[in-house]
């Protein structure tokens, strides 16, 4: 679909049924073209990409630069393949994101481990983790990680039916590591980085000037509410107040559309914005009545509030941590707005009503 004259949006599969594609958009230039996002590194994606440039009367070797929103599967699997076609393309993503893929991704053992004694710490019995390894559902290139990656407490990931692995590289460093409020000019095109931190610590939205398009990739869907966890590594941080900045830095924006990698056009950007608050500030709520009158491990606040994919105790252990995650990081908030209290002791963490 041609958005405005010369940028397109297209589809590419992914393999879950709840989320059925992502949109890559195409920017026409001088002598090739430029994408924000492309896909999952399948081949029925790289085929997907390739008849719909096709049809733009483009091929994968006449794509010169590809922009990453964040450096999750469905979005940076598929740059592998695209250098090995355009082996000229250049990679650009924010600094950040590079940062925290060399931080996390590239050391998949030593996280592995970190995120085992998270979530015994935070309630996860041993026997289920060691069940999970056992079953070779821990990895983060399982094929439940990619379920997982995108759909939060609102969303809509389908859970462990992949039978397709995608395959994923993350030691593809970027020629470009843009900064917040960076300009990247080329074919006429002006976009400018914004830094949305949240979904990932270095989510990259795109602004364009002229058109005063939004391409704001998973940080904000016209569905579906991102996943937003605190995880292992991020201990001292509080990623859902980050996403609550960066949900009003993009409201700011003087914006007629905004463009996000799945689902559909998003006309209204600041309602949307609006409505995804709100449910945060629900969630809030929520997550500290879950508490009780008593002490609760982030596990039994996870048991007990709702999830639009099922209860607690039926995910599977990936999703249970992604689950956990996203409990932890409203707790986090809820502590520094002084409403909860962490209580540490004898390797285990337990909150109450503050
Ligand atoms: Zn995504």
Known sequence: MEIVRGLHQLKTPMTSPALPYIMPYVFEGNDGIS?????????????????????????????????????????LGMAGWVKEQSPDCELVMLAREWQWIVDRWLDNDGWTKLSDQWLVRHGVPQEEIDEAHAQGN?????????????????????????ARRPSMRFDIEPE?????????????????????????????????????????GDHVLPHISPNVSLHADQEGTSPLSDFRHSLQKVADFDTAAALPAHEFTIPDLKQRCAVLLHHHDDRLEEVRDAIGDDTASAREVSQRVKWNTGPFDDFNIFMKRSALGETLSHLRLLEDEGRVRRIEGDGAVRWSKA
């Not at 999952?40 to 990453?68: F, N, W």
């Not at 290139?141 to 039916?161: E, I, L, M, R, V």
């Not at 000019?185 to 000037?209: I, K, N, Q």
Request: hydrophobic share 35%.
């Open 35 to 75: 994408l924000f996002d492309a896909g999952y590194g399948t081949p029925e994606a790289s085929d997907a990409l390739t008849r719909q440039l096709a049809v733009l009367g483009y091929e994968p070797k006449h794509i010169r630069r590809l922009i990453i929103s964040h450096a999750h599967p469905d979005h």
């Open 138 to 162: 821990l990895a983060p290139n399982s094929p439940n990680a990619k379920q997982a990656a995108t759909g939060g407490s609102n969303g809509k990931d389908a859970g462990a039916s992949a």
């Open 176 to 216: 470009v590591k843009l900064e917040d409020g960076e300009v990247l000019e080329f074919d006429g095109w002006s976009l400018r980085a914004v830094w949305t931190p949240g979904h990932t610590p270095g989510h990259l939205c795109m602004y364009e000037t002229k058109h005063r398009l939004m391409f704001t």
